[in-house]
C-alpha cells in the first residue's frame, strides 16, 4: 500500500555511465508501473541541458523529458520536477531557467559558478514535491563519473548525497564497453559517492540474456555492487517524445510515403517533437536535411522547426545554401511552414537589439512573408487552444517564444485562440504560413488538414492514444526484467 504521509515519501535516483544510455525512459516506465499500483509519483531532475522543453501548469517551462515522466505518472506538469533547465545557445554557452523562469545566460564556465547558488532551488523543489508524493523517481545528467565536474554539482552525486537519496547506476549494453563503464565509474569516484549507490542496471540488452550472466556476476563482483536487472532493448522508444537532439542524429528519414516533407536540422533546434506526430502518419516521408546536404527536389513542404537562436541558425541556413533552396521551392509553388523561430525566420527582419538569443543586432530574413520580428527580454510561456483559419479545425498546443512579430501577412492568421487572438501569418496565396505554436500536429483533426493540404491521405491516427500505449508497454517490459518491489525497498 502507498505511504499516505508526507514525511515518509520515499526516493531512488537513477544515474547514468554516460548520456544517452536510458535514464528517462527508464524513469518514465518505472513512474507509469508505480502510478499504476496507486502510488503518487513524481518525477525530479535537479538539473536538465535540452532545448525540447514544455510549458507547467504552473506557468513555467521544464525539459521534455520530464514532461513525458509526469504524464507516466498521470500527473500535471510542474516547475519543480525539473528546477534547474539549461538550453544551449551557443557552444560554450546556455540560458538558464530556474524553477520555470529565465534568470539570464551563462557560459559553460560562469555556470559553474553559479551551481551552488542554484543548489538552493533544486534542495526547496525537491522539498515541494516529497510533500504531495509517496515515490520520488530522481534522474541524474550525463555521466556520474564526469568527476572534473564534482565540485559544486547539484544533477548528480552532489544532489545525491545532500539529499541522502540511495542511486542505481545506469550502464548501456549497446554502445559497447558496459563492464568498464559501470566498473570505470566505482573506480574513478569518491568512496563517499560510491556508497551511495545500491545496485545497478544493464539497459539496451539484445540476444540471449543467458549469454550475459558472467558480464553481471564481473560487474558485481568487481564493483561491489548487486546487479538489480538486465533490461532488453525497447523497440518501440523511438514512439515517445525524445528528450535533446541525440536524437536527430540517429535519423535521416523517417518512412517511406507519397509526402515529402523535408526539416532543415538546425544547431540550435528546439521543440522538435513538433515533428512526431507526423512522422509517424503512414503516407508521410520526413527528411531531416543535414549539413552539406540538398533539398529534395520531391518536397512538398519544406518546415522550419522551433530554434533556440533564430539569428545564428538563420546565419547557418545561409552558410549551407538552404536558403537559395528554399526560395526556389517556394517559387516552383512548393509550400512552406515556419513554426516558432522558424516562423520569424521566414520575415524580412529579425532584430535582437538587446542580444536576448546572442550577439546584439539585425539581419534580413527570407522575405517569404511580409512580416518583421523583434525579440525582446519578456519570454510568452502558455497553453493555448483553438481553431485552425480558415478550416475552424481545433487545435491544442503551447508558446514558448521570445519576440513580437508584426506585418501586413499577419492580417492573414493561421491560428485563432480561443480567447479571440490571432496568432501567424500566411501569404497572400496560403503556400507560405508561420506560427508560434507548438503540439498542433498531435491533434488528428489539425494533422489532417495539413496533409489535405498537401494533397495526401490521413491515416487518423490517435497520436496521444498511441503514446499512452507506448508508456503501458515500457512499464511491462521494464517489469518482466527488474524486481520492482526490491527497487521500492531499496528507495528511501
Known amino acids: 500500500m502507498p505511504d499516505t504521509g508526507s514525511s515518509h515519501a520515499k526516493a531512488l535516483m537513477f544515474q547514468g555511465t554516460g548520456s544517452d544510455v536510458g535514464k528517462s525512459l527508464l524513469v518514465a516506465g518505472l513512474a507509469r508501473a508505480f502510478a499504476s499500483r496507486g502510488l503518487r509519483v513524481r518525477p525530479f531532475k535537479p538539473q536538465n541541458m535540452s532545448n525540447n522543453a514544455a510549458v507547467t501548469a504552473d506557468g513555467g517551462e521544464i525539459g521534455r ?16 520536477m525539473n528546477p534547474v533547465l539549461l538550453k544551449p545557445q551557443s557552444e560554450i554557452g546556455s540560458q538558464v531557467v530556474v524553477q520555470g523562469k529565465v534568470i539570464g545566460n551563462a557560459l559553460a564556465r560562469d555556470y559553474q559558478a553559479m551551481k551552488p547558488q542554484l543548489m538552493a532551488s533544486v534542495m526547496e523543489s525537491y522539498a515541494k514535491l516529497r510533500a504531495e508524493a509517496d515515490l520520488i523517481l530522481i534522474e541524474g545528467a550525463g555521466s556520474a563519473a564526469e568527476i572534473n ?16 537519496v540511495p542511486v542505481v547506476l545506469i550502464g548501456d549494453i549497446d554502445r559497447g564497453g558496459v563492464i568498464a563503464q559501470i566498473v570505470g565509474t566505482k573506480a574513478v569516484i569518491a568512496s563517499e559517492d560510491a556508497a551511495q549507490v545500491v545496485g545497478f542496471i544493464v539497459n539496451k540488452f539484445r540476444g540471449d540474456p543467458a549469454l550475459f550472466a558472467a558480464g553481471m556476476a564481473a560487474i558485481a563482483d568487481h564493483s561491489g555492487w548487486p546487479a538489480l536487472g ?28 507519397t509526402i515529402t516533407i523535408t526539416v532543415p536540422v538546425l544547431p540550435s533546434i528546439s521543440n522538435f517533437d513538433d515533428l512526431d506526430p507526423l512522422a509517424a502518419e503512414p503516407n508521410v516521408r520526413l527528411m531531416m536535411l543535414r549539413r552539406g546536404e540538398t533539398l529534395p527536389t520531391e518536397t512538398d513542404l519544406v518546415i522550419l522547426p522551433g530554434s533556440k537562436a533564430t539569428i545564428a541558425d538563420l546565419a547557418y541556413l545561409r552558410r549551407e545554401g538552404w536558403d537559395i533552396d528554399i526560395l526556389a521551392h517556394a517559387r ?42 523583434v525579440l ?7 497553453s493555448v487552444s483553438g481553431t485552425l483559419e480558415p478550416d475552424q479545425n481545433f487545435f491544442t498546443g503551447y508558446e514558448m517564444h521570445v519576440g513580437e512579430t508584426s506585418g501586413p501577412d499577419c492580417s492573414r492568421p493561421v491560428l485563432r485562440f480561443a480567447d479571440g487572438r490571432a496568432d501567424g501569418a500566411m501569404s497572400p496565396d496560403g503556400r507560405i504560413s508561420g506560427h508560434y505554436v507548438h503540439g498542433i500536429f498531435h491533434e488528428t483533426s489539425a494533422r489532417n488538414v495539413l496533409l489535405g493540404s ?27 526484467h527488474v524486481d520492482l518491489d526490491a527497487l521500492l525497498g531499496l528507495a528511501r
Open 454 to 480: 498537401l494533397g495526401g491521405v490521413t491515416s487518423g491516427l490517435d497520436f496521444d492514444a498511441r503514446i499512452e500505449a507506448t508508456l503501458d508497454a515500457l512499464a511491462v517490459h521494464i517489469a518482466e
Open 332 to 373: 516552383r509553388g512548393g509550400r512552406v511552414l515556419g513554426i516558432c523561430g522558424g516562423y520569424q525566420m521566414l520575415g524580412k527582419h529579425v532584430a535582437d537589439l538587446q542580444g536576448i538569443e546572442g550577439p546584439a543586432g539585425a539581419v534580413e530574413g527570407l522575405g517569404l512573408l511580409d512580416i518583421e520580428t
Open 149 to 164: 565536474l564534482r565540485a559544486g554539482d547539484i544533477a548528480n552525486m552532489g544532489f545525491a548525497r545532500a539529499a541522502n
Open 376 to 382: 525582446t527580454a519578456d519570454k510568452t510561456l502558455r
Open 230 to 257: 538486465l533490461i532488453p532493448y525497447f523497440r518501440d522508444a523511438a514512439l515517445l517524445p525524445a528528450e535533446d537532439g541525440m536524437a536527430l542524429q540517429a535519423k535521416r528519414q523517417t518512412g517511406s510515403g
Open 65 to 80: 523529458a520530464q514532461a513525458l515522466q509526469a504524464r507516466a505518472a498521470r500527473v500535471p506538469l510542474s516547475v519543480h
